[in-house]
């Protein structure tokens, strides 16, 4: 890794700010973020619920558009790009795990792990290895073929997180990961988070209201009142 | 290989609702059988009415309108005016003029009111008309007493127990006659004299010579080949306006008929295809609505594949595909159905059944389109989700 790389951050948001319209009334949520995510770092984003942390997650996660602000994305700004443009990000880039693991019932495993892959385009065949391959990393190598209804809340959040790698992204965005997963399994993808970021060098954002899960992050900010009210870095 | 994406997720999301598949699918086959069963169903109707004239011959055409009914005895046209008449229209191939008469015929003491025609040798040959039992009255028969029966007379005679009918005698115009021949019964609606099926036919001279009538009634007959119909009739026109002054001579040829026929039959069929759409356009709303809830129900799960990168034109096409596959098995079935239909009612009509392409096409045609076009809204209204929306929907 160059020095250069690492001197560009993978997020950069600049004055974010987002207003959602109800009836008459604009409702501010975000009053203006300042944040920047750098490769290889794990960084919790905390905060009461409705503070606007999910919005936050959105705008990173480019599933949503802020009102006004800055983004740049490895240094390309992002706010105008078109639909098409944004899906190829969030399909080549961004690996998203979320709070109710979101894997498509009608599939096996591999195939929504592969899913990402096939809609870049990829061969069925290789991006069905690619699947296993990943289903392997996160332990779930022997259910590749099984659905998700036959699965645990935390066999079907590892195999969210197989799918969320298996494109190779620049960063993983993590939206309340272990919030449906009782304190033991959630404390085991919460490993799995810490060994990908640790032994891989995988960029992670999650997002988490639970102070035991941001404690084992390096890197916090907390949100309130759709403002950062304290960052934190701890020194590694 | 996108397309063979589209193509496992919509086959995985039709059978993963199969009550719901199946209702879209039995709305668009109903659609698609009934374009398919009326279409067909006019064009065999079309074939069946114009079998009958094809049978009896392009070339057919018959003259009526000549004969004076108020007068007897000498009429307007005797037999003998008639006798240059193929001489100055040379299209003409044959011609057979004929006289319609009434009597009581008796048989064993049964009497029965009949038509009765004065018939020439060439008659029975110009009508093409089939003998049952017999033979034919001939130009050797004519001014002898024979006669051929139609089908009722032969039906009146098995009824009072004479099966052998050649040999047996009638009394007509209280003269004995002896029949010679049955005539098949001939069909309906064609251009023939109707009183074939009727009467009973004796030779025209016996009949001018017993009743002392002379009058022509009609004459049928036949055009050469590669003649100008129109222009022969036309001729034809103009020789009667000589002879007959006081009124218009009635032509038609069966080339003309067919003609008319041909339109008014497309005109059925055409209707009966519209009707048909009708069903069709059912159909299609039905694999619209079935499309629209399952974009609905399906909002959370377009929302995760807009999050893994799907692009809106992925989104689309998978939800086309679904449309245009539930459209095609429900073609093939509606195509199946149709035939079937078509076969019923044509097999319970006693018609000839025939399947032409043009309603398999038009079916095929119009099942794809229909999917296309009713699949496209939902597809696109799919497409536009905002991603975050979709994600949040339940």
């Known amino acids: 890794m160059t020095a250069e790389t690492r001197a560009t951050p993978v997020i950069e948001l600049k004055g974010i700010k987002k207003t959602f319209r109800v009836g008459v009334l604009d409702l501010p949520i975000l009053k203006g973020i300042d944040l920047s995510i750098n490769k290889g770092e794990m960084t919790a984003i905390t905060g009461t619920s409705g503070g606007g942390k999910s919005t936050l997650m959105n705008i990173i996660g480019l599933l949503d558009e802020p009102t006004a602000g800055a983004y740049s994305f490895e240094g390309r700004e992002v706010i105008n790009l078109d639909d098409d443009e944004l899906s190829s990000i969030r399909n080549k880039k961004i690996g998203f795990v979320f709070q109710q693991f979101n894997l498509l019932p009608r599939l096996s495993a591999a195939e929504n792990v592969a899913m990402p892959l096939l809609y870049r385009g990829e061969s069925i065949g290789k991006s069905d290895a690619t699947a296993r391959t990943f289903l392997e990393k996160v332990g779930m190598g022997d259910r590749a073929d099984h659905n998700p209804m036959e ?31 009782d304190t033991k399994v959630g404390q085991e993808i919460m490993d799995l988070f810490l060994r990908l970021n640790k032994e891989d060098g995988i960029t992670i954002v999650m997002i988490t209201h639970d102070p035991r899960i941001a404690a084992q992050c390096p890197k916090r900010f907390n949100i309130c009142d759709g403002l950062i009210k304290s960052e934190s870095e701890a020194v590694s | 290989m996108k397309l063979y994406l589209y193509f496992r997720e919509a086959t995985r999301s039709l059978l993963s609702s199969l009550q719901r598949t199946f209702l879209a699918l039995l709305g668009i086959s109903i659609g698609i059988a009934s374009v398919i069963a009326m279409v067909s169903i006019g064009e065999i109707v079309k074939e069946e009415a114009l079998r009958q004239f094809q ?62 025609l004065g018939v020439t040798g060439n008659f029975h040959a110009v009508n093409k008309l089939t003998i049952d039992k017999g033979r034919p009255l001939s130009e050797i028969d004519q001014e002898m007493k024979n006669c051929v029966i139609g089908e009722r007379i032969a039906e009146q005679m098995r009824q009072i127990g004479i099966s ?16 010679v021949g049955v005539v098949k019964q001939a069909s309906e609606n064609s251009l023939r004299p109707q009183e074939i099926n009727d009467g009973v036919m004796i030779p025209y001279l016996t009949l001018k010579r017993i009743t002392g009538n002379d009058q022509v009634t009609g004459i049928v007959g036949r ?32 080339s003309e008929l067919i003609g008319q026929m041909n339109k008014q039959m497309n005109l059925l069929t055409l209707f009966l295809g519209i009707v048909g759409c009708i069903a069709l356009v059912v159909g299609g709303v039905g694999v619209m609505n079935v499309m629209l809830v399952s974009v609905a129900e399906r909002r959370r799960e377009i929302g995760i594949r807009r999050a893994l990168g799907a692009r809106r034109r992925d989104i689309q096409g998978q939800f086309i595909v ?15 159905l149709g035939i079937g239909g078509a076969y019923g009612i044509s097999r319970f009509q006693q018609w000839h059944f025939f399947i032409s392409q043009t309603p398999i096409l038009l079916g095929f045609g119009v099942s794809a389109m229909v999917g296309l076009f009713f699949g496209f809204y939902p597809a696109w209204q799919a497409s536009k989700l905002r991603p975050i929306e979709a994600l949040r929907a339940n």
């Not at chain 1, 195999?159 to 449906?180: F, H, M, Q």
Request: aromatic share 8%.
């Open chain 2, 223 to 254: 055009l050469k080949k590669n003649v100008n119909v129109s222009a022969a009739v036309e001729q034809i026109q103009g020789i009667f306006d000589q002879i007959v002054k006081e009124r218009k001579p009635y032509i038609q040829t069966a």
């Open chain 1, 151 to 181: 699965l645990s809340g935390g066999q079907q959040q590892r195999v969210a997180i197989a799918r969320a790698l298996a494109g190779n992204p620049s960063i993983i965005l993590a939206d309340e990961p272990t919030g449906a997963l």
């Open chain 2, 322 to 336: 679904e449309a245009f596959l539930l459209c095609l098995f429900g073609g093939l079935a509606g195509i199946a």
């Open chain 2, 164 to 179: 052998n009918m050649i040999g047996s005698k009638l009394l007509i115009f209280d003269h004995l006659f002896t029949i």
């Open chain 2, 55 to 116: 049978e009896l011959g392009t070339d057919f055409l018959v003259i009526s309108n000549i004969a004076d009914e108020t007068k007897t005895g000498t009429g307007i046209i005797p037999l003998r005016s008639t006798v240059s008449i193929p001489r100055a229209c040379p299209s003409l191939r044959e011609f057979a003029p004929y006289a319609v008469t009434f009597s009581t015929v008796i048989c064993s003491g049964k009497s029965w009111g009949s038509s009765v």
